[in-house]
């Protein structure tokens, strides 16, 4: 345990023992507010009704409605989606000539939550969608975290430029709420707002368009992101280790199970979380791993730290998937979707999604690194993520490309 001064946060407390992490991460909800710690940064783009800005009740009733939607058995339909996206970008790729797989991963994420989630089928609807995030995503600086600096300074100021491009994106998805809901037989549709359109609170009322809205722009933020980077960082590390990259070859090639897949996902998760800690604050006077915390302290489950710990991990720094082949992790020691009533909405879809990914690609191309030098993790936003955006060069293709006129390497490759 320990802590840090912030400007304008206060003290900080950190936990990286497996037992304080539990306490922390499955602590009573009206006692350890996660929603409340999650509001700063992320309100102004998430709404009021985010679940990942609510607490206590209220989270849970929103909770509620979006599970079903992101159990494991919805999410396999998916598959097909997620690996249509990384066979268009694959194929869109440059050959012999350095590029970022950064945003290449975020082209493949977005789309299958576009199609996934928000169930948009046209391309040119999706395109709309795609500039409208990237905008957002560019507008929405840490500056922004600091509530004493939301103000409208101008029309250069970043609060006016951002509440504009919030403004667009509004109307965008209030536009689709609005289409869908009026569509015949979206009832049998098996994306995610098409299945939200048909919950039910408990006193049976459907969810408000602000809330669908809040909803929507929750997923498209939290998993758009999130799983590109871990995508990123799995190639990052994958091609700085022939012997690893060596033997998920063979099980890919295979066509059998994907248990080395799995301990590769897990592998990278573990050493580069993508979220590097997950906070809570306390409501009330609280003692964790014996010592009384006072009511108000944002107590932070250190992620990061929890999964170099030698004693859980031996050679932690070693890239070694090999560790997660013999059984499970211990509880609370392998947590890169946080826990508890808080655990990662999305975490089996993210799961799918970077093991149908990284299939995908491995089966269409052969990388390597552009650099000998290894990419130094570096924070953007709430996110760890590659220094050069995991620069890489398309060594050979092993499928013959299908290049699309709308991809953005379309007309150099
Ligand atoms: C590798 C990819 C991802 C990582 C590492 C990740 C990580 C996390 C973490 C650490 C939390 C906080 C948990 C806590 O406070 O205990 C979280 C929450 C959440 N994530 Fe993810 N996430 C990923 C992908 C996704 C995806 C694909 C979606 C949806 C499409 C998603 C939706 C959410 C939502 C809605 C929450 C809030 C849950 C709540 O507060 O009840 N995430 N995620």
Known sequence: MFAIRFPFFGKIVYVAEPSAVRDVITGDPHRFHAGEGNAGPLEPVLGQNSLLTLDGDEHMAQRKLLLPPFHGERIRRYADAMREAAERE???????????????????????ILRTIFGVNDPARRARFSDLTTRLDRVSTPVMWIPALRHDLGPLSPWRRF???????????????????AEPGFERRD?????????????????SDMELR???????????ETTATALCWAFELMLRHPRVERRLREEV????????????MKETLRLRPVVVDVVRKLMEDTEIAGRMIPAGTYVVAAIAVVHVRPD????????????FLDGQAEPYTWIPFGGGVRRCLGASFAQQ?????????????????????????????????????????????????????????????
């Open 253 to 264: 090639a295979d066509g059998g199970g994907d248990e080395y897949l799995d301990a590769v």
């Open 353 to 413: 999604e970077i093991k149908v990914v990284l299939r995908t690609l491995l089966e269409a191309a052969r990388l390597r690194p552009a650099s000998t030098r290894p990419e130094a993790p570096r924070a953007r936003h709430v996110t760890i993520v590659p220094s050069r955006g995991a620069r890489v060069v398309l060594e050979e293709r092993l499928r013959p490309a299908r290049v699309t006129s709308s991809h953005p390497f379309a007309t150099t490759s």
């Open 191 to 207: 994306d995610v707002l098409s299945l939200l359109l048909q919950a039910r609170h408990e006193d049976g009322a459907p969810m």
């Open 312 to 323: 859980v991990y031996p050679d932690p720094k070693e890239f070694r998937p090999e560790r």
């Open 90 to 112: 694959v194929a869109g790729w440059p050959l012999g000539r350095p590029f970022p797989l950064r945003p290449a991963m975020q082209r493949i994420t977005l789309e299958v």
């Open 214 to 224: 809040d909803e929507l722009m929750t997923l498209v933020g939290a998993g758009h």
């Open 163 to 181: 509440l504009k491009v919030r403004a667009e994106a509004d109307e965008l998805i209030y536009e689709e709420i609005g289409r869908r809901r």
